[in-house]
């Protein structure tokens, strides 16, 4: 007989195909299995639609089975009406005699509600199979209910003497650290978050789009900070391609620390993930107030002796490995 800890690896696997669309919502994924063979399988649909659970029953063929099987789930069944009615409902109403839940949902309104109209119905829960797995699958989610901020991930290129631009650029445009499959990373993640955030002086140096033009996805939300107002509707940050939200005085006070300001601002949206691209200063100044909680740092092939230096981070390496001719180093918090 298959342990739990199979079933519920699976779950997370499946969720990972929600990401990007389920926002705010986060991506569950659920597998039914009946006499150790599973018979139904789901995921979080885009926001909106359906939840994990309620694609796993829709998914079982012969309905009859639910009774006599065992449905897992990443995150606890939700027990309040919201875009959908709620999962712990559907799931006493096809008398699933078992539930296993990889960790519990703290949102307020769930919040082991979902665990208790479960097991007052008669069902057997189960609860913590792979926990530290299924909330680091829910992190996003978590973060922006627990700290009521953004999962904020930093991302820069830096040279392999630790420049992310040179002193002084011809054209204005980027200049390119890291080769293209690089790139096309970096793109594909900006279609699983939120929202993207640079500076003033990246928009005026490099004049860029931030939309996934190189990955096929949602373009994410862009945030500018603009202080003084110096970016006028020409730039291309600020054509139809995705919503663009521009942050000034009127917005935040500056002579303060601003990232605590701008998560606020960004919670108040209802954006719970976010790529800080830079420039140096704002990408410092995030790492200065301890606002992050991921950073991804491409390094090129390449020297340029001088230029503007990259930010200072400490915290604990994660990952490390090759993109052909460039290093990505992925790093987490202390």
Request: proline content about 4%; overall charge positive.
């Amino acid at each position: 007989m298959r342990s739990h800890k199979t079933y519920i690896r699976r779950c997370i696997q499946i969720a990972k195909k929600g990401l990007g669309t389920t926002r705010p919502n986060p991506m569950v994924g659920a597998v039914i299995v009946c006499d150790d063979k599973i018979i139904g399988e789901g995921f979080t649909s885009a926001y909106g639609g359906n939840h994990a659970e309620v694609n796993a029953i829709k998914s079982v063929e012969d309905k009859t089975l639910l009774s006599k099987s065992t449905l897992y789930v990443t995150l606890e069944p939700c027990s309040h009406f919201g875009k959908t009615p709620p999962c712990s409902d559907l799931i006493i109403k096809h008398e699933i005699p078992e539930v296993i839940i990889g960790c519990i949902d703290d949102n307020p309104e769930v919040a082991g509600k979902g665990v208790a109209k479960l097991k007052s119905s008669g069902c057997k829960v189960i609860v913590g199979v792979l926990e530290d797995e299924c909330k680091a699958l829910h992190k996003r989610f978590f973060t922006f209910h627990n700290k009521k901020r953004p999962y904020i991930i930093l991302k820069w290129a830096e040279t392999n003497d630790s420049f992310i631009a040179p002193k002084h650029k011809d054209e204005q445009k980027p200049f390119w650290i890291t080769n293209k499959h690089s790139r096309q990373l970096a793109h594909k993640w900006r279609a699983e978050e939120q929202a993207i955030l640079v500076g003033t002086n990246t928009v005026l140096e490099d004049n860029p789009s931030l939309t996934v033009r190189d990955w096929t996805g949602s373009n994410p939300i862009r945030i500018v900070l603009d202080k003084d107002s110096k970016l006028n509707l020409g730039f291309d940050v600020f054509n139809d391609a995705a919503e663009t939200i521009k942050i000034t005085k009127n917005d935040i006070d500056f002579q303060q620390p601003i990232a605590h300001q701008i998560c606020t601002l960004l919670f108040n949206r209802n954006i719970n993930s976010i790529i800080i691209e830079g420039g140096s200063i704002t990408l410092q100044t995030f790492i200065d107030e301890n606002l992050w909680d991921e950073a991804r740092i491409f390094i090129g092939n390449t020297k340029f002796k001088d230029g503007v230096k990259a930010p200072d981070l400490k915290g604990v390496l994660i990952l490390e490995t090759k993109i052909e001719t460039d290093i990505l180093k992925i790093y987490k918090r202390d």
